[in-house]
């Protein structure tokens, strides 16, 4: 053999065995769940890092010494708002003399909630004089138990939340070009933390990403664009925290009651939202509780996240999603009108199309869109809906099929 010959043979071998050794080298191994995420139930205080974990009487105790607790969730998590009743009843042991905020309500809807904890209002009568669907949307049952909480023990509900319609002028024009009889008495928001800035930075992006169509709206500008959004999530934190911050202090004395926000967790997470426009409101005693899920944010908990978090267990069964049309639905003067179809929706392979107005539903006059949201998810699996539809001179009759359950 030459010497050629020699070398080239053992550049071969020399290949095979990193071939090899490539082949049977494993990947690297996931890093071992921390001992405080392996189960839930557990209260877990973030001041430190790794957290420590508190039993949920200190909790309670230190929460309880506070001017305000907020109290965090992912608004369609049932396990989220399960938690939320159990701190509020908690809490209230603890002080009875109680305010709860909550973010779901504009302001305006002040008279409905001060009816309902009197005792004057239905289920039904609440959810529909609030305009629920049209103001929040999502499935009431989640929160239903939070304002039985309140009604049966007589604690004061506070709307937090501003109009949809001031956020979106605040969006598109900047808060500086909104009239001042328009904010609905809110005041200018405090400067956001550049950590706060990046937070919504990304939001922004990935917003954007999901509806090109709305990038850089305002100004034509993504930079314009971002401006507008974060805008209007500073005049979101404020107004919420404006609301907080008057059941604290009433005409310059420090009131006794304890005062709980219900909101999500974005408002809250790092102090960066709420609490910090609270801090400028001069309100600097406030907890924030946030609940987190074991397969995935406990394994990524951060030092000054909150005051404390609760991990939930794992689910076996994930909730049901409430049925869904697929379709933007306007108020016009001509009556309840569908201004979009989702491709590949209920309502597209129904053949609904934009421009359609919605004359009867379930086989009653659609009378608003707040209604006719109600009725759809009301809709049980593998049912039919019939609608009959105005379509430019015509009129259709036509019927969802909503699919089985899986």
């Known amino acids: 053999m030459t010497f050629k010959t020699l070398s080239i043979a053992c550049l071969l071998v020399g290949a095979g065995v990193a071939v090899a050794a490539l082949a049977t080298r494993k990947p690297p191994a996931e890093p071992p769940t921390p001992a405080y995420c392996q ?27 506070q001017d305000v607790v907020l109290l965090g969730e992912q608004h369609d998590a049932e396990d989220h708002h399960r938690w939320q009743l159990q701190m509020l009843s908690a809490l209230h042991a603890q002080r009875p003399e109680m305010v709860i905020g909550f973010e779901m309500f504009p302001r305006r809807t002040q008279p409905v909630l001060d009816q309902w904890v009197a005792g004057s209002l239905t289920a039904q009568e609440f959810l529909k004089q609030t305009e629920w669907d049209k103001v929040w949307s999502y499935p009431p049952h989640l929160y239903m138990p939070l304002f039985e909480f309140a009604r049966i023990n007589k604690i004061p509900m506070r709307a937090l939340n501003v109009d949809k319609s001031l956020t979106r002028q605040v969006a598109e024009n900047g808060w500086e070009n909104v009239p001042e009889e328009a904010r609905e008495g809110v005041g200018r928001p405090a400067p956001p ?17 999901k509806s090109p169509a709305h990038a850089g709206k305002k100004g034509n500008t ?185």
């Open 222 to 406: 993504p930079d314009a664009g971002f401006k507008g959004f974060l805008d209007s999530q500073l005049t979101w934190d404020r107004a919420m925290a404006e609301a907080l911050s008057l059941e604290v202090s009433q005409d310059g004395r420090r009131n006794p009651t304890l005062v709980v926000g219900i909101m999500g967790s974005g408002h809250i997470r790092f102090g960066h939202g709420v609490p910090h426009q609270l801090g400028y409101l001069g309100v600097p005693k406030v907890a924030s509780l946030l609940p987190v899920d074991l397969a995935g944010e406990c394994r990524q908990l951060e030092a000054g996240l909150a005051t404390a978090v609760f991990t939930l267990p794992n689910k076996v069964v994930p909730p049901s999603e409430p049925p869904r049309l697929g379709v933007a639905l306007e108020d016009t003067a001509q009556g309840l009108t569908i201004s979009a179809v989702t491709p590949g929706s209920l309502a597209e392979k129904t053949g609904l199309r934009a421009g359609d107005r919605i004359v009867d539903i379930a086989g009653r006059p659609a009378s608003g869109s707040s209604d006719a949201v109600a009725t759809i998810r009301r809709q049980p699996p593998g049912t039919w809906l019939p609608l009959r539809v105005a379509r430019g001179d015509s009129q259709l009759e036509l019927v969802v099929q909503f699919p089985p359950r899986p």
């Open 39 to 65: 189960a839930g139930g557990n209260w877990l205080l973030l001041g430190t890092t790794p957290p420590r974990p508190a039993s949920i009487r200190d909790i309670v105790a230190h929460a309880a010494r």
């Open 193 to 209: 933390l550049p950590e706060y800035v990046d937070f919504l930075r990304e939001m922004y992006r990935l917003h954007e990403k």
